[in-house]
């Protein structure tokens, strides 16, 4: 966050992080067919960067693996996820990032659905029509300003 940047949520709650999922022989097997499961969803977005504290959305309780649907026999990703605050001015931020994380990392063949936890935000209603649509989102991610910010949300901290 840069200098001199006024905080919305300067005393967040911090939440601890799940540990590491054990693979199974099967997971491991690049033979065996694997679903993609809920759990596998939430380990791709709970390591997402924050765009104003130096934390992930896990350890921010803006993602929680119960608010992830998965179906890989119809191909379908739906996450719902929680800003910290109801006014919380990073809410698209946030879902945006979850939504090209995930359009990078899963096949071509799943629908992403990302929006925010019914009665969680102000502008819920805006902000979901913004994650829900495909044009928006590819002209987003044309702004290279735009998408520099959701690159840092994406990148590991150290």
Do not use: W
Not at 107 to 122: C, L, N, Q, S, Y
């Amino acid at each position: 966050m840069g200098g001199g940047t006024r905080l919305e949520n300067a005393n967040p709650l911090i939440f601890q992080r799940s540990g590491e999922r054990q693979l199974t022989t099967e997971e491991e097997d690049e033979e065996f067919a694997d679903p993609i499961d809920d759990r596998e969803i939430f380990d791709l977005i709970r390591t997402i960067n924050d765009p104003e504290h130096p934390l992930s959305l896990e350890e921010l309780n803006v993602v929680e693996q119960v608010r992830v649907r998965v179906s890989d026999d119809d191909s379908t990703v739906s996450v719902e996820f929680t800003p910290t605050i109801p006014h919380c001015s990073m809410a698209t931020l946030i879902g945006l990032s979850i939504k090209v994380k995930l359009l990078r990392s899963l096949p071509e063949r799943f629908k992403i659905d990302v929006h925010i936890t019914p009665g969680a935000h102000a502008s819920e209603q805006a902000v979901n029509k913004q994650l829900g649509d495909k044009e928006r989102v590819a002209a987003a991610l044309e702004n290279s300003h735009l998408l520099e910010v959701v690159n840092q949300c994406l990148s590991g901290r150290t």
